[in-house]
DNA sequence: CGTTGCGTTGAGTACCATCAACTGGGGTGG
DNA sequence: CCACCCCAGTTGATGGTACTCAACGCAACG
């Protein structure tokens, strides 16, 4: 039913963590994936036909798999292409020499770790499963070709850069000017309607495998407020969490909460 | 001799502002330009030659002024294109209902408003001349065609979008975990980077015509609390800013501030 | 049943915001 | 020339938001 529940076979090809899979053996995970038509994977398969392999045949992908608390990429190692994260959830984030953590954005099943890595060698963030995470690794060298070749790979791409910037302004704008219950409103709503986008909300409901830990990361904020902001929060019925999932009470308020002071 | 004092042709001009002129004009303000060879505009005068108008020739440009203070976009309305400041500084904000605002960016002679821009009818930000700023607009869809005719444009607005997405993602990290003295002190270092890579700065000396509500609303501080740390600043020898001038005083020691606590 | 991780709560504090007054420079007009 | 105003910046007083440190409850787990 949901996203993070049926993973059996991930379970089960846990094992080998890290394995590589060749795109054209039968059991090619795509076949099964729940957002394969959604963002950049939808425009690489959509125009290469999903089961053949012709002039546009499909690019070379890498397959891998994460426990949780792992790190997918850390900052500075050479990158070879793009990763996209084919279910779970996982983080982009800076950490400071001093301890200091610094979360850039929430990645959802169909994101792009980032549209821009398909230019860049190594990032300066790492990237950290949240649940347990399957992910792909387009080749760099391949999709920079078919950035030429095929429009709709570039137009894809393109947009995925546009989201990214629009969403780095947000966070911009979130930090340098919003109190923390904004933020925390904020952070919830924006995570729903990206879930929303998926399919992953069902009653003002979704599954959210968030530590507090981790939104405090992610809106600039300390566990402790975190808490008491949720806290409250709860006492006036706006959301409840609970056994990985997060309710919606009181919607309206919520964003009345998360549009101004 | 610097960039914002010798531009008796921006004053003689003034008057036609926002007067478009035809890129084949002997005229041509590129001629003169300082920072023609650089960023976006580099790729795309190199190719085609700087005088002719071949099968690379130019793309159409309609050259614009405007005075400080004045906007030169505002939010949502729609672009036929993409942006290049050059000369004077502008900045990119975004303003919220009850008037607290956020600058999303500092833009210098040679920068692309924003890279991105090329793909989206409408910014969600707006942005506004600080000095006397002369500005260029190419084209939306010549641009998208020679993204794809000509490889070193692409390659270009790649390395624009992604020198965007990494100075966004530094500025989330300051905003959302560091103090204001460090906040401060990576913004002044930042701004000199940028303008020593144009030959903007002599003997840590620099042209700054910011007010400190630029400061503030760059980096998420009130004008009061600015004052406070710079005049900090000022009486530690770090920096002396006034005359439209900043000059650091012990570069040594602001690195020291602006890298940790 | 101790341990570990996560969340909550309290007390005290630091940082930064807010409000307000005041300074000094630059322009303008009497 | 001076009065006046406006703008940018400074400074002080005060207060609130969010941080730090610490203790504790609770559930999961070995």
């Known amino acids: 039913m949901d996203q993070l529940s049926d993973d059996q076979d991930l379970d089960s090809s846990l094992r080998d963590e890290r394995g590589g899979k060749s795109p054209e053996t039968d059991d090619w995970p795509c076949q099964t994936c729940r957002v394969r038509d959604a963002g950049l994977c939808g425009s690489l398969l959509r125009g290469a036909g999903v089961k053949s392999a012709g002039q546009f045949g499909r690019l070379h992908q890498e397959f891998h798999k994460s426990l949780p608390r792992r790190n997918i990429y850390d900052a500075g190692r050479a990158t070879e292409g793009v990763f996209v994260i084919c279910s779970g959830w996982a983080f982009r984030f800076v950490q400071l020499p001093d301890g200091r953590r610094q979360t850039l954005s929430i990645l959802l099943p169909g994101d792009v770790v980032s549209g821009v890595a398909l230019f860049a060698r190594r990032l300066s963030y790492s990237v950290q499963a949240l649940t347990k995470v399957a992910y792909c690794r387009f080749n760099r060298g391949e999709l920079l070709n078919s950035l030429t070749t095929r429009p709709e790979v570039l137009e894809s791409l393109s947009n995925i850069c546009l989201a990214e910037n629009e969403q780095a302004d947000d966070a911009i704008t979130d930090l340098g000017r919003r109190s923390a219950s904004e933020r925390i409103g904020r952070f919830i709503l924006r995570l729903m309607d990206r879930l929303a986008a998926r ?63």
Chains 1, 2 share one sequence.
Do not use: C, N, W, Y
Not at 214 to 238: E, K, M, N, Y
């Open 199 to 261: 399919g992953m909300v069902k009653d003002q409901s979704f599954e959210f495998p968030l530590r507090q830990q981790h939104i405090a990361d992610a809106v600039g904020l300390t566990t402790v407020h975190v808490s008491r902001v949720i806290g409250a929060f709860r006492q006036s019925g706006l959301v409840e969490i609970g056994g990985g999932r997060l309710t919606i009470g009181d919607l309206a308020e919520l964003r009345r909460i998360a549009d101004a002071k």
